[in-house]
């Protein structure tokens, strides 16, 4: 009997050396999930629906919002990222104009998508909106007690995206999927 006590810890050892653990994938093998199956091309048109309203006075530099895929993307006749796709943006530049100069510029750009449970990170060009230069544009009279200026007086200008507003960015990489 003690002669099978010293085999028993040998056989399971050797089973163990033989298969990878959890979550290890052997150097001959491929993680399929990891191989793309289809690769979208640069230059590749996203038509997204923002779903929120973003602006100058509103948003900052950094800032995230929600779009959705208005038409779907095919590439050689398939359909990988399907019409309303939810997609994650970001303010990449948000500078409101000054009481009396400055222009007013926002910047945006996307950032990712979820699909089938997965997030794939995009690199598209940046949309951006930009308002004239600021001048003053109404002079009135300030008077207090025998005092009395003149005053340039300017609204804030801003600019921005209205929820609900269509663009399109494109793909500034490739995307493996």
């Known amino acids: 009997m003690r002669k099978w006590l010293w085999l028993a810890p040998i056989l399971i050892l050797a089973g163990c050396s033989r298969s ?4 290890v994938v052997q150097a001959n093998s491929r993680d399929p999930r990891s191989v793309p199956r289809m690769l979208i091309p640069i230059g ?3 038509r997204v629906r923002v779903n929120e309203p973003l602006n100058t006075r509103r948003n900052r530099a950094g800032d995230s919002f929600g779009a959705t895929l208005e ?5 050689e006749g398939a359909t990988p990222i399907p019409a ?6 970001r303010v990449t530049a948000a500078e409101p104009s000054g009481r009396t100069e400055g222009r007013a510029v926002l910047a945006v750009e ?4 979820a699909l089938d449970g997965k997030v794939y990170r995009v ?4 949309i951006e909106r930009e308002r004239a230069a600021q001048k003053a544009h109404r002079v009135g009279f300030v008077g207090v ?3 009395t ?3 340039a007086v300017a609204a804030d200008q801003q600019v921005g995206l209205a929820a609900e507003s269509s663009v399109t960015f494109s793909l500034e990489a490739p995307l493996g999927m």
């Open 123 to 126: 690199h598209t060009s940046s």
């Open 20 to 23: 990878p653990g959890l979550g």
């Open 110 to 113: 996307l950032d990712s998508f």
């Open 71 to 75: 038409s779907a993307v095919v590439v």
């Open 44 to 46: 590749t048109r996203l």
């Open 149 to 151: 200026a003149a005053a």
């Open 84 to 89: 309303g796709t939810r997609f994650t943006g």
């Open 145 to 147: 007690g025998n005092d």
